[in-house]
């Protein structure tokens, strides 16, 4: 069975009636017009923000000085809000009130409603202007609309931030935030608007935004440029004994290159507030040669020996310029003078390979198996075993 469905100017709900050899027949038809939606409307309330008015635009920090400025172009920037109520049953003098936070207020003129409705059917959608003048007082507004049945009602409205009391006690607001900012890591600062309605008289929505700005931290002086370490090998071929010693001991010069240049003062990372202590911790497999007569060399500072001392006193500027070797521990001062570029030699043996480096013990065991002679192993700069510490 073939229909022929003619243009039509609106959505109906009819009934197709035919006959075959004597016995009626009936279908329920909805013709729907192009563009038309069918109704699908349950209560429903919704407090939402269309434009936030874009006020970090007028908001600024002073990195110099610390501090946040709040333009005057913020006072009347309008912020577009909407109120969103749909309804399922008819509902006369249907209650709406508004609350803006302190320092805010609605503009009156701005106040625009429209009804989204439909027919008994649910059928022939119709947008239509709504009057809605609320009695607005201050930051608060109350006002009421008769809802129809199967009905969605939008409305909007804007506020703006009222005066110069209001700009500079948001900008007071903004400082607080910024002054929890760390100054080295940065971070956002920003107050939150929030806007209450109440609808009906006992469901509330709120809806916030937040605006402020941005603080940058800060770069370090990059360590890796300041300070540095190498050796003057970092593969050996050896024989240890059974007992994994080493007979001779096996010597090995670190190189301390220091270059304080990067601390410069452009900022708190790149400022040095205290002495330079160079630290480094040998593995129990090594051991400083102080006594040999060139244990430690410089270029660009003179050191001098002194006897261990606590560490706290020897931070102090009466220490600047010395070292002192405390077991496997070489501490040196070199100051706080960022134009020091330094390179500083330090002599130390590997008196044995005992837990240095486990895997190529094993490896060296099964060479001795199979070729009957003392295996060969590397050692390997244990570098990063060694502490560094500014």
């Known amino acids: 069975m073939t229909f022929t469905v003619n243009d039509v100017d609106g959505s109906s709900k009819d009934t197709i009636n035919w006959t075959v050899d004597g016995d009626p027949q009936s279908l329920e038809v909805i013709v729907k017009n ?96 709504v009057g809605f003048v609320p009695q607005v007082s201050d930051n608060t507004f109350t006002g009421s609309l008769d809802l129809p049945a199967s009905s969605k009602t939008l409305i909007t409205y804007t506020a703006s931030v009222t005066d110069e009391a209001a700009r500079v006690a948001l900008e007071a607001q903004l400082q607080t935030a910024a002054d929890k900012v760390n100054l080295v890591n940065g971070g956002n600062y920003n107050v939150n608007i929030k806007n209450t309605a109440t609808f009906g008289g006992s469901v509330t929505k709120n809806a916030t935004f ?60 790149k400022t040095l507030v205290a002495n330079v202590i160079l630290s480094d911790n040998l593995p129990v497999q090594a051991s400083w040669k102080t006594t040999d007569a060139t244990f430690l060399t410089s270029t660009g500072i003179v050191l001098d020996k002194v006897a261990p001392v606590d560490l706290t006193a020897f931070a102090g500027d009466e220490y600047v310029g010395k070292y002192f070797v405390d077991g496997q521990k070489l501490y040196v001062n070199v100051g706080m003078d960022n134009t020091l570029k330094s390179t500083i030699a330090v002599k130390a043996q590997i008196s044995t390979v005992m837990g240095l480096n486990n895997e190529s013990n094993q490896r060296s065991r099964r060479n001795e198996e199979k070729a009957d002679q003392q295996g060969r192993m590397d050692i390997h700069n244990r570098e990063r075993q060694e502490d560094h510490r500014l």
Request: net charge negative; aromatic share 8%.
């Open 34 to 129: 192009n563009g038309d939606d069918f109704a699908n409307v349950n209560d429903y309330q919704n407090k939402g923000i269309n434009n936030n008015g874009n006020l970090g635009r007028f908001v600024s920090y002073d990195k110099v000085t610390g501090k946040v400025t709040v333009a005057a172009g913020i006072i009347g920037a309008p912020i577009t809000y909407t109120l969103a109520v749909d309804s399922k049953e008819a509902k006369s003098g249907y209650a709406i009130a508004d609350v803006l936070p302190t320092g805010m207020t609605y503009d009156a003129s701005s106040f625009t409603a429209k009804r989204t409705t439909w027919d008994a059917d649910g059928l022939n959608k119709v947008e239509s202007p």
């Open 210 to 269: 937040s605006f402020g700005g941005s603080i940058a931290g800060v770069s370090g002086p990059g360590l890796s440029g300041a300070l540095s370490k190498n050796a003057d090998w970092s593969t050996q071929e050896i024989t240890p004994k059974e007992d994994g010693s080493l007979d001779p001991p096996l010597d090995i010069t670190y190189t301390i290159n220091t270059d304080l240049a990067p601390f410069d003062g452009t900022n708190v990372l």
